[in-house]
C-alpha cells in the first residue's frame, strides 16, 4: 500500500524454528525469490532495531554482542579512571553502558541463568570501575551495588516488564501494545484459582 520497494542487496531473511525439533521444512529454506531475477538469503542472525535474533530465539548472539561491547567501553574508561570523579563515573555508566544492558532488556526474560549472569558480570565491573580501590579483589559487589542505587540485571529486566504493563492497563502505551493483553473480568461464578484479578487474559496464540 506504501509502494515501498525491498532491497535484496539490503534486506536479510531469518527462518525461525524450533531446535528440538531435528528436521523439519525450515532446513530446506535457503532463500525467498522475490522474482526471477531478485532473491533474499535466508541467514543464521538478523538484526532488526539493534537486536541480533539468530535463527532458534535464544539472543545468545544478541548477549555476545552487548557484552562486547561494553566490555570495550569498560576497558577505555579504565584508562581515564584516575582522572574522573564519583559523580562523573557513575553518569558515563548510565549513559555508556548501563543504557546497552536495559536496551530492549525485556526479551531477556525467561532467558537461561547462565546469560542473565553474563550481563550480571558486566554490571559488577561497573561497580568496580565506579568505586575503584574500595573494593578489594575478593569482596562481594552485592553491597556496593545498594550503595550506587544500581538494581540488578534481574530485577531491571522485572522492572522494565511491569512498567510496560502498567502502561498498558492505564491506557499509556501505544494501541499495538494495548492490544496484547488485558485485565480479567469479575466472573459471578469463578473458581478459587480464578479470584486472582492481577491475571492478564492474553490473545490465542495463531495457528
Not at 540485571?153 to 494495548?178: E, F, H, S, T
Not at 461464578?189 to 490465542?204: A, G, K, Q, T
Amino acid at each position: 500500500n506504501n509502494k515501498l520497494k525491498i532491497n535484496p542487496s539490503k534486506t536479510e531473511c531469518l527462518v525461525v524454528s524450533s531446535r528440538n525439533n531435528f528436521a523439519t521444512e525450515s532446513d530446506d529454506i535457503t532463500e525467498v525469490r522475490l522474482s526471477q531475477s531478485q532473491s533474499i538469503v535466508c541467514t543464521d542472525v538478523v538484526k532488526s532495531l539493534g537486536v541480533h535474533l539468530d535463527e532458534h530465539l535464544t539472543l545468545s548472539h544478541q548477549i555476545d554482542k552487548v557484552v562486547q561491547s561494553c566490555y570495550i567501553t569498560l576497558r577505555n574508561l579504565w584508562v581515564i579512571a584516575s582522572k574522573l570523579s564519583f559523580d562523573l563515573k557513575k553518569q558515563l555508566i548510565h549513559c555508556l553502558l548501563l543504557s546497552k544492558l536495559d536496551y530492549c532488556n525485556g526479551l531477556y526474560c525467561h532467558l537461561p541463568d547462565f546469560q542473565i549472569k553474563r550481563l550480571q558480570k558486566v554490571q559488577n565491573s561497573c561497580i568496580r570501575f565506579l568505586f575503584g580501590k574500595q573494593i578489594k579483589k575478593f569482596d562481594k559487589v552485592t553491597p556496593f551495588l545498594k550503595k550506587a542505587h544500581f538494581l540488578p540485571v534481574k530485577q531491571r529486566i522485572d522492572l522494565k516488564i511491569a512498567l510496560m504493563v502498567y502502561k498498558i492497563l492505564n491506557n499509556v502505551a501505544p494501541d499495538y501494545l494495548r492490544e496484547c493483553i488485558s485485565a480479567k473480568g469479575q466472573l459471578s461464578h469463578s473458581l478459587r484459582h480464578e479470584e486472582d484479578f492481577f491475571l492478564l487474559d492474553h490473545p490465542p496464540l495463531p495457528r
